[in-house]
């Protein structure tokens, strides 16, 4: 006999149904799709060793919504989509649901290019398409995380500029890529920004400058300390010395001439092709070794090198060299010798002349040279170049 309680109604389980859910994405990569109704969540895995795995579960009945956001397996991001925006399970039915994940195209390579005091700039690779990208930064080692936090970096191109930074302080950069309706990221890189200021801070950045222009080339030079590094001597913090032989460099950059207390600058035997005429800036220059590179001309700026004693060109592809040269009036030695210099040299050597200090000049391994009818200026080479007439 069943008794009822007044006021208490009979207690009865809530409708169910089932709900499967089909996961799909790379090999070797592990997922899982949350999928909600009001508060409930329930998550739906797909194991890295299986391209695809259907699960089902039972559930509430009513509507069901999947709860998609990026995900990052290694180094990369798949963007999930859902063949419905939402399933309705019904009392003792099926409802049926699939969410595939696809590698998203990101920003990639996002290198810090740039460092100063207040101010840091990185560079990045924009994917197919030219999708929109957002750089933020946070200071400390922690990358930030999402598109709100840190502070937004001002995009141009490819590159974003930092500023109002501390000195010597660690900021972290994140890089965000619209893919469909999701950012997706973060891509991050760190960097201390520079402890100097003024002129050696310029000529910091000089080297930096040349470390990026020379991919690779540099790798030994890490560290705060520009004058520890390799090749590099510093008086006072200022460069004076900067000894690059043989470092298979192709570029100078133009930033060499902020190294404007350097006295002796070595760069033989690597394959640079021109010289910056920011050369010229460099006021204190007493030895300029350019030997056994790729050079077929060399900027008239160079005569603006009062101070220089030895200028080293030997081993390039020069045919002529600029009058300018005629200025350097401390120059002991100009080592012209196995370039392609030919034919009549009285536009280049005669100014050379009114160089009184000037006592070595080799001139082998070039073609024939002449002075045409300048007599008085074949004499003078010939008591400075023993080997200036050997190419006839």
């Not at 069943?2 to 859910?21: D, F, I, Q, Y």
């Not at 399970?89 to 699939?98: E, F, R, S, W």
């Not at 074949?378 to 006839?392: K, N, P, Y």
Request: hydrophobic share 40%.
């Amino acid at each position: 006999m069943l008794l009822l309680l007044a006021g208490v109604a009979p207690a009865h389980a809530a409708p169910t149904g089932k709900l499967k859910v089909t996961v799909v994405a790379p090999r070797g990569v592990a997922v899982s799709t949350a999928m909600a109704k009001s508060s409930k969540r329930i998550v739906f895995p797909k194991y890295g060793s299986a391209s695809s795995t259907t699960v089902s579960k039972k559930v509430a009945t009513g509507s069901w919504q999947p709860r998609l956001s990026p995900i990052k397996s290694g180094k990369s991001f798949y963007i999930p989509t859902a063949n419905k925006k939402s399933v309705k399970v019904k009392k003792g039915k099926t409802a049926k649901i699939k969410v595939t994940y696809k590698l998203a195209a990101v920003t990639t390579n996002v290198i810090v290019t740039e460092v100063r005091q207040t101010s840091a700039s990185v560079t990045f690779a924009r994917p197919p398409g030219k999708p929109d990208v957002i750089i933020r930064v946070l200071p400390g080692t922690t990358a930030p995380a999402t598109v709100s936090q840190g502070s937004a970096v001002a995009v141009v191109e490819n590159k974003a500029t930092a500023t109002g930074l501390m000195p010597g302080t660690h900021y972290t950069f994140s890089a965000f890529t619209k893919v469909g309706g999701y950012w997706v990221g973060p891509v991050s890189t760190g960097v201390k920004t520079s402890s100097y200021d003024g002129p050696i801070a310029s000529e910091r950045q000089a080297l930096i400058d040349l470390k990026n222009a020379n991919s690779g080339k540099f790798n030994d030079w890490t560290g705060e300390n520009h004058c520890a590094w390799l090749g590099v001597t510093c008086t006072d913090g200022r460069v004076t010395v900067l000894d690059v032989n043989n470092r298979q460099i192709t570029t100078l950059p133009a930033s060499i001439g902020n190294l404007t207390l350097v006295k002796k600058l070595y760069a033989d035997d690597n394959f640079v092709r021109s010289v910056p005429a920011s050369i010229g800036r460099l006021m204190n220059l007493t030895e300029l070794n350019l030997g056994n590179n790729q050079l077929t001309s060399v900027p008239s700026e160079l005569g603006n090198l009062g101070s220089l004693t030895r200028l080293g060109l030997s081993g390039n592809g020069l045919t002529t060299l600029p009058i300018s040269l005629g200025n350097l009036t401390s120059l002991v030695e100009l080592n012209l010798s196995n370039n392609s210099l030919a034919g009549d040299v009285s536009s280049w050597a005669n100014p050379l002349r009114n160089v009184t200090s000037l006592k070595y000049l080799p001139l082998g391994g070039n073609a024939c040279l002449h002075t045409g009818s300048n007599t008085q200026l074949a004499q003078w080479l010939d008591t400075v170049s023993a080997s200036w007439r050997s190419g006839c």
